[in-house]
């Protein structure tokens, strides 16, 4: 099984920048992609990015393209988000997942290993 641990968040203003990890532990040998999804209280999880190994995929909402930037370490147990540019509507608990079942990386049902999640908000 694989743990994944988010560190990152916190409180920011409008146009500013954040960035966060996740770290991957235990059986991550046959992990192939980690990603990050976000979800604000009563409304469903969101899909934020991936990052599948395999040719150094990545994979974006529309909502945040060009915005935030999903990177990995070369060992392949971190994954980070860089945000920019950052908007009030992204204020949301962000969680890192890991270990996923098919390569469906939109769909949360997909991800198998779920990070306890950290906390952005973007101030107006």
């Known amino acids: 099984q694989v743990h994944v641990a988010e560190s990152g968040g916190g409180v920011v203003e409008t146009g500013g920048s954040l960035r966060l990890t996740c770290d991957a532990s235990g059986r991550t040998f046959h992990n192939y992609a980690m990603g990050w999804f976000r979800q604000i209280p009563g409304k469903e999880r969101e899909f934020v990015a991936a990052f599948q190994w395999m040719g150094d995929r990545t994979f974006y909402a529309n909502s945040v393209k060009g915005r935030f930037t999903i990177s990995r370490n070369d060992a392949k147990t971190s994954v980070y988000l860089q945000m920019d540019s950052l908007k009030p509507e992204d204020t949301a608990m962000y969680f890192c997942?890991?270990?996923?079942?098919?390569?469906?990386?939109?769909?949360?049902?997909?991800?198998?290993?779920w990070g306890q999640g950290t906390q952005v908000t973007v101030s107006s």
């Open positions: 997942t890991a270990s996923p079942v098919g390569d469906n990386f939109y769909n949360d049902a997909v991800w198998r290993s």
